[in-house]
């Protein structure tokens, strides 16, 4: 019966390797081997994927299906494996520093916060500016009016101590941490009243190197997505209704 149902819906037997490999290279990211063999190996796969399906030899088909199995597999241990990389890759300095960058996702409201998710873009220290390769963050911004009237693809002046994720003393409890870096968050900081300000429209046109940044394509969809949930809240939806 399973059989029968694998041959009914083929895509399954690709997306079992392929959650697979996405599950050993999370679990088995310290000790992974460099990323550059996990793509050599994907291309390796991928080129004798290719070479078998033209060479349509019917005794052959099962060399077919074994590398694209090994193909999907390794698709997502390089995948994933790369993405933890990426959120590990940047060192951030112990003391507070002034960084550039922008809000991603529109500010969540919390208790005494308000959750910012931030590209870092640039870190200024007393010699120098030093820029950052697309480094996101989490950043805590204490709650008042100010911080109340940010939105996303606002641009920040930002001086903190941001730090990369870490979890409580309980063994037993929510792995925050990792969980922070597969979705590709770098860092976390607090940032006190007084201690961000908005880039002005001067310092963007000014000679230094800054340069008004276009809306990516998420964040256009994420803005309509605001406008749609603000227009449902006029309507009366709210709670489960309007999670719905």
């Given at each position: 019966?399973v059989?029968?149902y694998l041959?009914?819906?083929?895509?399954?037997?690709?997306?079992?390797?392929?959650?697979?490999g996405?599950?050993?290279?999370d679990?088995?990211f310290?000790?992974?081997?460099e990323?550059?063999w996990?793509?050599?190996?994907f291309c390796?796969?991928?080129?004798?994927s290719?070479?078998?399906?033209f060479l349509?030899?019917?005794?052959?088909?099962?060399?077919?299906?074994?590398a694209?199995?090994a193909?999907?597999f390794t698709?997502g241990?390089v995948?994933?494996?790369?993405?933890?990389?990426h959120?590990t890759?940047?060192?951030f300095?112990?003391e507070?520093t002034v960084?550039?960058?922008?809000v991603?996702?529109?500010p969540?409201?919390k208790?005494h916060?308000?959750?910012?998710?931030?590209?870092?873009k640039?870190?200024r220290d007393?010699?120098?500016?030093h820029?950052?390769?697309d480094c996101?963050?989490?950043?805590?911004?204490?709650r008042d009016s100010?911080?109340?009237r940010l939105?996303?693809?606002d641009?920040l002046?930002?001086?903190a101590?941001i730090?990369?994720?870490?979890n409580g003393?309980?063994?037993?409890?929510f792995?925050?941490?990792?969980?922070?870096m597969?979705k590709g968050?770098?860092?976390t900081?607090?940032v006190?009243?007084?201690k961000?300000?908005?880039?002005s429209?001067?310092?963007?046109s000014?000679g230094?190197?800054n340069?008004a940044?276009k809306?990516?394509l998420?964040?256009?969809?994420?803005s309509c997505?605001?406008?749609?949930?603000?227009l449902?809240?006029?309507?009366?939806?709210?709670?489960d209704?309007?999670?719905v």
């Open positions: 019966m059989v029968s041959h009914r819906y083929p895509y399954i037997r690709l997306v079992i390797p392929w959650i697979a996405v599950f050993c290279g679990r088995f310290n000790g992974s081997p990323l550059f996990g793509i050599l190996a390796f796969l991928a080129g004798l290719i070479g078998c399906y349509g030899r019917y005794s052959l088909r099962w060399c077919f299906g074994i694209i199995l193909l999907c698709g241990w995948g994933i494996t790369w993405q933890l990389q959120a890759g940047y060192t300095p112990k507070e960084y550039r960058g922008w991603t996702d529109t969540e409201t208790e916060t308000f959750l910012c998710r931030v590209l870092l640039e870190q007393s010699t120098a500016i820029s950052i390769d996101k963050a989490i950043l805590y911004l204490q100010a911080a109340a939105k996303r693809g641009e002046w930002v001086s101590r730090s990369p994720p870490v003393q309980n063994f037993d409890e792995d925050y941490a990792r969980y922070l597969r968050i770098s860092g900081g607090y006190v009243s007084g961000w300000m908005l880039a429209s001067e310092m963007l000014s230094n190197g340069i940044r809306s990516t998420l964040e256009v969809a994420g997505r605001d406008r749609i949930l603000s449902y809240r006029q309507l009366g939806f709210e709670g209704g309007l999670a």
